[in-house]
């Protein structure tokens, strides 16, 4: 069982950039599926879950990110993306995808504590600078 995200560089103030967390080893439709970044010095923030198609499908956001970050899976090809856009300094961070129980309320609401996510993506670097 692992994820992998990938998608990370740099990019410019106001820029774009989209993030991909493949799933292997279980379906991404069994598991709700989160993005989780972390900037130096700082704890690592909850951005935005999406939950299984059997649940919809639905996605909850963060108001940091909430009308600039899109997150969106693709069952065919076990992925979840994190569409990011008008970029800004401030979102430079290590950005990690994390899955976690299908039927959790504290997880579709990203208020469950670290520790019950069951599996992590190994993380990728986003900069945001001109």
């Excluded at 899109?70 to 401030?90: G, H, Y």
């Excluded at 961070?93 to 019950?116: K, N």
């Amino acid at each position: 069982v692992q994820l992998q995200a990938s998608g990370g560089g740099l990019v410019q103030p106001g820029g774009s950039l989209r993030l991909s967390c493949a799933l292997s080893g279980f379906s991404s439709d069994d598991v709700a599926v989160a993005w989780f970044r972390q900037a130096p010095g700082k704890s690592r923030e909850g951005l935005c879950v999406i939950a299984s198609p059997v649940n919809g499908a639905t996605a909850y956001y963060e108001e940091s990110v909430k009308g600039r970050f899109t997150i969106s899976r693709d069952s065919a090809k076990n992925t979840v993306f994190l569409q990011m856009t008008s970029l800004l300094p401030e979102d430079t961070a290590v950005y990690y995808c994390a899955s976690g129980w299908a039927r959790s309320a504290a997880i579709l609401t990203l208020t469950a504590p670290l520790d019950e996510y069951t599996h992590w993506g190994q993380g990728t670097q986003v900069t945001v600078s001109s």
